[in-house]
Nanobody
Framework: QVQLVESGGGLVQPGGSLRLSCAAS????????IGWFRQAPGREREGISA????????YYADFVKGRFTISRDNAKNTVYLQMNGLKPGDTASYYC????????????????????WGQGTQVTVSS
């Protein structure tokens, strides 16, 4: 059974940091890319970062460049999103998704290249 599980969300003060994890089971990620998306209440789900497990190609949305870093551990079938300098506007549910690596990267920040989704983890940035 294919499964993606996000973890690492929580409540953090503005300027703080969190590291999200996306662990995959039921399939090998080597031919996939993992994308991180977020969705705030009343807003569309938006792509923020992605990494190819095959060759390490990355994508970052402009609004996270310099603050967020995506990384991978193929041996653990896991992708991480290090989020620094968090702002109240980063408050959202964060989801990871997996898709064929070239298609998923090429279609970011859209969702059309994603075949599998996790259940999400909540990130709240507030003082």
């Amino acid at each position: 059974q294919v499964q993606l599980v996000e973890s690492g969300g929580g409540l953090v003060q503005p300027g703080g940091s969190l590291r999200l994890s996306c662990a995959a089971s039921g399939f090998i990620l080597d031919d996939y890319a993992i994308g991180w998306f977020r969705q705030a209440p009343g807003r569309e789900r938006e792509g923020i970062s992605a990494i190819s497990m095959a060759d390490g190609t990355t994508y970052y949305a402009d609004f996270v460049k310099g603050r967020f870093t995506i990384s991978r551990d193929n041996a653990k079938n896991t992708v991480y999103l290090q989020m620094n300098g968090l702002k109240p506007g980063d408050t959202a549910s964060y989801y990871c998704g997996a898709g064929p690596h070239r298609l998923a990267i090429a279609t970011m920040p859209g969702r059309s290249g994603i075949d599998y989704w996790g259940q999400g983890t909540q990130v709240t940035v507030s003082s």
